[in-house]
């Protein structure tokens, strides 16, 4: 069973850092596409960071200069470095990514999230 197991969310405050990881784990033989989304609750999600398989990346403009997205394929890990955080950045934070399994279709998988808080 392949699973994302995202871990670094805490409580910290306005002007702080904290950083994000996210684990593949199981029969993986490639991971794609790996993003970062965050979700308020009653909101729509949104994605925050995207990384690509050919080391391109890119981020929402509410996080630009702030955020940084990094991945090691080696262990199938994408971390989120969150710099000057702010109480706006409050939310559940998922890890997603395309992953194919040994003979498999590429797919979409989620994360369960992790909370960031921000307080004032």
């Known amino acids: 069973q392949v699973q994302l197991v995202e871990s670094g969310g805490g409580l910290v405050q306005s002007g702080g850092s904290l950083r994000l990881s996210c684990a593949a784990s199981g029969r993986i033989f490639s991971v794609d596409y790996m993003w970062w989304y965050r979700q308020i609750p009653g909101k729509e999600r949104e994605w925050v960071a995207r990384t690509f398989s050919d080391g391109g990346f890119d981020y929402a403009d509410s996080v630009k200069g702030r955020f940084t997205i990094s991945r090691d394929n080696a262990k199938k890990m994408v971390y989120l470095q969150m710099n000057n955080l702010q109480p706006d950045d409050t939310a559940i934070y998922f890890c997603?990514?395309?992953?194919?399994?040994?003979?498999?279709?590429?797919?979409?998988?989620w994360g369960q999230g992790t909370l960031v808080a921000v307080s004032s």
């Open positions: 997603n990514a395309g992953i194919k399994e040994p003979g498999g279709p590429l797919l979409d998988r």
